[in-house]
Every structure is written in structure tokens, then in C-alpha cells.
């Protein structure tokens, strides 16, 4: 063991020491709570051992919190913008102190390798600071002359909104929906993924040292069927912001009827990576490698299909297996580390269990396909993989894995191309690689997906909108995308006094 990760598991065993001793509770109306005193046990996916307790919100809990939010609406809607973004930049400040601990806790429980995770309260910082700068202007609108009316429009916060995350990258993107929520003047109440607690709490901290005033930033903790159903379902929650699985957002979906919320949906994905034979070969290799080996392939944006030209696929699968063959996995502190554990032994199982299914469907295992436990103890390790000789309507094309697991497939021709790229229910990303102009862009408006990226990897630009299409999802994050999910939108409109008025009954 390294110097420098013996150092890091000592500082992270700091930093963890208050969870294993406390249990962790909610941040309710700007208090600590226990609430009804139900609990679970948090693990680390590094060995299962032990990361304390964590309250399990009743339904009661889950009212509380939504109360508290709905209290708190008029307050923080009438706080000037101004005054919001200030708040939201000492947010951004708190994060940024806390940054070497929230990296190395959110890796500890949900085992991403530290190398990604250093920037997490960076970009978190990042997203209230690019939201609160927005605050002051978000209610203006648009001005839309008539010829005898002036029409114009004005946005008003919704009010108390759920925010739902899951567990792969869950502080950033808890900070990603909050943070536009509360630029826009509404109140929060988050319920994070079960799996991994524990920097949601540093996040509530945070605010909470930030001065955001009490019952604008809620947080509950449990799970899903009972806290996230009840939350998605009580009748002062005006919106729900999930991110998760598609089956999660279907759900929702049928929670929120009979409320009629609004919803934005961040769901899974199959995404493609189309490598055309006139490709810059290595920047292609590089990014394919990394939209789906970096993050543990735990990442909805990940190029889990690999689409690739006849004439280039056996230069490039030999270099791929290459590089899957040689990516270093292991603790997720190891600053060396590419690839960590899985979030959970669930999750292990469903990850593995493909291995098997991509035989049975009859694809080739080029490299990996295996646990690694028996080399790397009770963890949730298992080998980077590739999957080759795959057809598009096997299990392991068509399903979302969310590991460290790549399917590819060779195709001939732009067309065909298209018609594996969108023959799957999902619609949230692709990549294409090609050095002809007219064909990117003749691929960037055929390709069914929420968003494209040509000749690179997921670049992260906070204006762009963010989201999908079929089952990848409803709505987009990002820009004034997030303040239009956030505001309601209501137009006025004035007449000139020139107009003829339709006259009844005179
Ligand atoms: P999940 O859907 O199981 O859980 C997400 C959240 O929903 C958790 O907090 C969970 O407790 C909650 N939840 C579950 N059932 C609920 C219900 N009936 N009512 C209310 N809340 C409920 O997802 P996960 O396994 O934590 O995360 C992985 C999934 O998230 C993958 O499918 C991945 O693609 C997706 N994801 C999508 C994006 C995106 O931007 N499109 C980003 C990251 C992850």
C-alpha cells in the first residue's frame, strides 16, 4: 500500500468517524432530527463494512419536511434576487472548504475512485455560483407586442419542490437540481438515494452555515417506496426532480397523478459511441475508453454501446482490449485507482449477472467478464469488460448494465449506423467520431438523443440544456432550462384602448 493511500484511508476514516458514531439523521425546518427513530445500515462497497446508521423517514417525516418547505415558500419567493445569490455564493464557499472531505466521503460510500471525486465540491460550488448569478433576472420575461396589446410575461418560484437523486454520482448532481430550485425562489425538500447518504448531509450543513433561512433546504433520508412515494405524493410538493431509473420515473409518473405535478425526468441510458473509419483514431480511442471505464460505468451519459466501422474495427478492438485490459482498478482512495468498487452488492450482482447473459446471447468476452472478489476480498470489484461480436438486439445492447461493462458492434454504413444507434428505448446521449463535417451533422440530427457531442467526450457546459428523449426522460437542466422546470411562467396582457370590444345583450 502506497504512502499517500495509507494517508488518504486515515483522513477519510477521520472524516467518517461522526457517521459511524451518530446516526444520521434529517434536516428538517433547519434541525437535526431523528424523526419516528426507524433506521438502516450504510456500507461501503469497499468491504462492507460498516458506515453507521441512517434514519429512515416514516411518512410522518416526510409531511414534516414538506410542511416546513411549504412554510418557508413565501419568504425565501419574496427574498430579493440579489439577496439569494449572495447566499447561494457562500454556499458555493462552504462547499469549497469542505472539499477534500466531501470527495473522499462520497468515494468511501459509494466507491468512486477518488480521482473523479476531487472535483465534486468544486463543480458542485460551481453550479449554485453559475445558478446564483442568474437569481436577480429570473423572474423577467419577455415583452410580445399586438397590434392593439402588449402582451408580457413574468415568472413566478412554484413553490416547495422534491428533488429525488440516485446514488452514482450523488453530490453533484444533488447540487446540479438544488441549486437552480433555489436561484429561482423556490424551497427544497431532497430525499437522496438510500444507498449513498452521507455528503447529502454535508450539503444541508453547508447551506445551513451558508444562512439559507430555516425550511428552505430539507432533507430526508430512506427510501423510496415510503419516503420518496410519500414525498412525490403530498400536495404541497408543486414539481418533482428526479434523477434515476426509468422504472423510478415511470413510478413517479403514477404517484403524481393525482396531484398533477410538475415533473422533470433524468432517467438511464444505452448510449452509443458511433466510430466512423475516418476517425481521429486515438482521441476516439481515448474518450470511448473514458465515457465508459471512468466512474465505475456507473454514469448515465456512459458509452455503453460501442458502434464501430468494419474498416477500422479490428485495428481499433485490438487497441481497446489493450487499454480495458490495463486499467487499474482498486481502493477507491488510491489516487491510482481508475475503476472502483460498485455502489452495492445488488448492484454487484446485476453487474455480473450480465457476464453470463452475454454468453448465452452469444457475444464474445474480449477482456474481463469477472468478479474480483476472490483476488480483492468481500468489495464489489469486478474487471473492466468488453463485450465483442455483439448484435444490437442482444440483452447486453439493450440494456442499461451501469458498470464498467462496454457492448460492441460493427456496422458498414451511415445508415446503418443510425438504425443501431436508435434502435433502443433509450434517448439520452451519443457520441460521434468522424472527420467528415456533413456526416456529423447529418448523424447529430438523425441520432434520437437528448444530447450529441461530436469528435469528444461528455464536456460539461453549464448553459447547455441537459436531458433526454424516450425512456432516458422529460425535460432539461441547464441555462434558463432549469428556471422555466423551476418558475411558473405568467402572461399579462394590456390593451391599447383601440381595440373593439364584442358587444352582447345591449
Ligand atoms: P433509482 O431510480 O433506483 O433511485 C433514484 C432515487 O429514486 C432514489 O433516491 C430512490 O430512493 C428514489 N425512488 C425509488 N423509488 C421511488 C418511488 N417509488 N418514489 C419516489 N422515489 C423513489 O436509481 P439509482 O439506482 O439510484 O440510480 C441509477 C439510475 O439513475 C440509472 O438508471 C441511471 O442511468 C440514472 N441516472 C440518470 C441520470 C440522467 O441525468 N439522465 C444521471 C444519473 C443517473
Known amino acids: 500500500m502506497s504512502a499517500q493511500l495509507q494517508e488518504n484511508i486515515a483522513k477519510a476514516e477521520g472524516y467518517l468517524a461522526r457517521f459511524k458514531e451518530n446516526t444520521l439523521g434529517h434536516f428538517i425546518n433547519g434541525e437535526w432530527t431523528l424523526g419516528s427513530g426507524e433506521t438502516f445500515d450504510n456500507t461501503t462497497p469497499l468491504d462492507q463494512s460498516y458506515l453507521g446508521k441512517v434514519a429512515a423517514a416514516s411518512v410522518e417525516d416526510v409531511n414534516a419536511a414538506c410542511e416546513a418547505a411549504a412554510a418557508a415558500a413565501a419568504g425565501w419567493a419574496a427574498t430579493p434576487g440579489a439577496e439569494r445569490r449572495k447566499i447561494l455564493h457562500r454556499l458555493g464557499d462552504e462547499l469549497e472548504k469542505r472539499a477534500e472531505e466531501i470527495a473522499m466521503v462520497e ?96 450539503l444541508a450543513e453547508c447551506a445551513d452555515a451558508a444562512g439559507l433561512p430555516k425550511g428552505v433546504w430539507n432533507m430526508v433520508n430512506g427510501f423510496g417506496a415510503v419516503a420518496g412515494k410519500a414525498l412525490t405524493e403530498h400536495p404541497a410538493i408543486k414539481a418533482v426532480a428526479l434523477v434515476g431509473d426509468s422504472a423510478t420515473g415511470k413510478m413517479i409518473q403514477a404517484q403524481t397523478a393525482q396531484t398533477l405535478k410538475r415533473l422533470h425526468l433524468e432517467l438511464g441510458g444505452k448510449n452509443p459511441v458511433i466510430v466512423f473509419d475516418d476517425a481521429d483514431f486515438e482521441r476516439a ?59 452495492h452488492t445488488g448492484h454487484y450482482d446485476k453487474v455480473t449477472s450480465y457476464f453470463e447473459i ?59 449506423a443510425i438504425k ?52 432516458s426522460g422529460i425535460g432539461r437542466d441547464g441555462g434558463d432550462w432549469s428556471f422555466d422546470f423551476y418558475m411558473e411562467t405568467k402572461n399579462v396582457c394590456i390593451a391599447h384602448d383601440t381595440h373593439k370590444v364584442p358587444v352582447l345583450g345591449r
Open 107 to 202: 468515494s468511501m460510500d459509494c466507491g468512486q475512485a477518488l480521482r473523479f471525486m476531487r472535483q465534486a465540491a468544486v463543480r458542485g460550488a460551481a453550479n449554485f455560483r453559475f445558478f446564483a448569478d442568474q437569481a436577480p433576472e429570473a423572474r423577467n420575461g419577455l415583452s410580445l407586442h399586438q397590434a392593439e396589446h402588449t402582451n408580457f410575461t413574468v415568472r413566478s418560484p412554484l413553490g416547495p419542490v422534491a428533488v429525488i437523486t440516485p446514488w452514482n454520482t450523488p453530490f453533484m448532481l444533488s447540487t446540479w437540481k438544488i441549486a437552480p430550485a433555489l436561484a429561482s425562489g423556490c424551497t427544497v425538500v431532497h430525499k437522496p438515494a438510500e444507498l449513498s447518504p452521507l455528503t447529502a448531509s454535508i
Open 358 to 416: 452475454a454468453k448465452q446471447d452469444g457475444a464474445t468476452i474480449a477482456v474481463g467478464g469477472k468478479s474480483l472478489r476472490d483476488e480483492m476480498g468481500p468489495g464489489n470489484y469486478v474487471t473492466p469488460t468488453l463485450f465483442v461480436d455483439a448484435k444490437n438486439d442482444m440483452r447486453i445492447a439493450q440494456e442499461e448494465i451501469f458498470g464498467p461493462v462496454l457492448t460492441a458492434i460493427e456496422f458498414d454504413t451511415e445508415e446503418e
Open 285 to 343: 480511442l481515448d474518450a470511448t475508453v473514458f465515457m465508459i471505464y471512468s466512474l465505475n460505468g456507473q454514469r448515465c451519459t456512459s458509452s455503453s454501446r460501442l458502434l464501430i466501422q468494419s474498416g477500422i474495427k479490428d485495428k481499433f478492438l485490438a487497441a481497446l482490449k489493450e487499454r480495458v485490459a490495463n486499467i487499474k482498478v482498486g481502493h477507491p482512495l488510491d489516487p491510482e485507482t481508475e475503476v472502483g468498487p460498485l455502489v
Open 420 to 471: 443501431l444507434a436508435n434502435e433502443t428505448v433509450y434517448g439520452l446521449a451519443g457520441y460521434i467520431w468522424t472527420s467528415n463535417t456533413g456526416r456529423a451533422m447529418r448523424m447529430a440530427h438523425a441520432v434520437e438523443a437528448g444530447m450529441l457531442w461530436v469528435n469528444s467526450e461528455n464536456n460539461r457546459n453549464l448553459p447547455s440544456p441537459f436531458g433526454g428523449v424516450k425512456m
